[in-house]
């Protein structure tokens, strides 16, 4: 027969006319329209595995969702808590000022800038304090630029 539900979740009515608004609008996050659907489903009394059939999800999401409801209530279950984590180190002035460095004039005896040369120039001019390589690197991959033109930009090297 499957598993006992361990999470009921039961709507007020204004709940469950809000979660039907979400999903009939049709727009906003796909993530956030499947959660409403899921507690709609569970509201009914809908099994997790007809509602991971019915909507193309994992049975675990079905019982996550349903646990952040009964847990957390309607917010915790539709939307993501702010994801922490730490801040960008280098403020966009820092991106740019190493972005036009590696689009000028490569240094004597160089045919292009190398990542490491960008990084010791970044820190040699103080347009930083401390700069890895690899940080260089993926700064210039958000780029359009090409760093393998002989002309400017920079290789890998």
Known sequence: MGRPIQYAVVLSAEQA????????KGSGK???MTRARILLLSHQGTADLEISRALGVSVQMVRATR???VLGGLDDALFDAPHTGRPAKFRGQERAAITALACSEAPERHSQWSIRLLADKAVELQLVDGIAPSTVFYM?????SSRTAKSSGASRN
């Open 67 to 69: 646990k952040h409801f």
């Open 140 to 144: 210039l991959k958000k780029t359009k």
């Open 30 to 32: 796909a993530r956030v």
């Open 17 to 24: 006319q809000y979660l039907k608004t979400i999903t009939s």
